[in-house]
């Protein structure tokens, strides 16, 4: 069946340095790849999407490449700040209606 | 500028007793999905609907768990006889169009079932 695997499951990076998420699908019909940031006992928020006809695209810290022949795809924080702790969540749509999951990865930014 | 919003934040049932969780989806949106979060684990999808019209409820236990979303009013998830294993967060999410749109989610509802 329809699966995203994310690794790594914990990851920390000192202030200042670059951290790297990655995730692989297995549907290859999905064609929309969002980010969601979730911080402790709040919802999901998007931080950044990626659809299938581009290979990479980047909002000020964050950026997201994809390769659809790979089906992986992977988020870049750079300059990380303490506030970008936070439980990571990449997801693959369009398959069908739902998004599927990765499992998380809990980033910690020390200071 | 509401959001996605969800109705009550925290639940909290003994055994046997039944859940309502509300969500009301963003102005303009009529597509509207469920996800539970159990503790340290991910989102699963759990059902998928249109105003009147279940499209997809294949991560929905088929017992005592039940969702709708009429003409008018929230979409409601239900939960009949609750049990410790459905504690959860239960979150909803809404989009403008259906398959591959971006959804956005609500501030979700902890269930804690005792």
């Known amino acids: 069946g329809e699966n995203v695997e994310q690794h790594p499951s914990t990851l920390s990076v000192q202030e200042g340095d670059s951290a790297v998420i990655k995730c692989t699908y297995s549907?290859?019909?999905?064609?929309?790849f969002p980010w969601y940031k979730q911080e402790l006992g709040k919802r999901p928020q998007l931080i950044i999407d990626?659809?299938?006809?581009?290979g990479e695209k980047k909002d000020q810290r964050i950026a997201v490449t994809l390769n659809k022949t790979a089906k992986h795809f992977s988020l870049h924080i750079t300059e990380t700040q303490p506030e970008d702790s936070a439980v990571y969540f990449c997801?693959?749509?369009?398959?069908?209606?739902?998004?599927?999951f990765g499992t998380g990865t809990r980033l910690k930014v020390l200071a | 500028n509401a959001g996605v919003m969800q109705n009550p934040r925290h639940l909290v049932r003994r055994r046997g007793q039944e859940a309502r969780l509300r969500c009301s989806p963003m102005?303009?949106?009529?597509?509207v999905y469920w996800y539970r979060q159990l503790p340290e684990e991910g989102l699963k999808f759990m059902v998928y609907l249109q105003k009147e019209n279940i499209i997809d409820e294949s991560g929905m236990p088929k017992e005592r768990f039940s969702a709708e979303f009429p003409k008018e009013g929230p979409s409601i998830l239900r939960i009949q006889q609750v049990v410790r294993g459905d504690s959860a967060a239960y979150f909803c999410?809404?989009?403008?169009?259906?398959?591959?749109?971006?959804?956005?989610f609500g501030p979700g509802t902890r269930l804690l079932v005792l």
């Open positions: 997801a693959a749509s369009g398959g069908t209606y739902k998004y599927i």
């Open positions: 999410a809404s989009s403008n169009q259906g398959k591959g749109e971006t959804q956005y």
């Open positions: 990626i659809r299938s006809n581009v």
């Open positions: 102005k303009g949106h009529s597509h």
């Open positions: 549907d290859s019909a999905s064609n929309y």
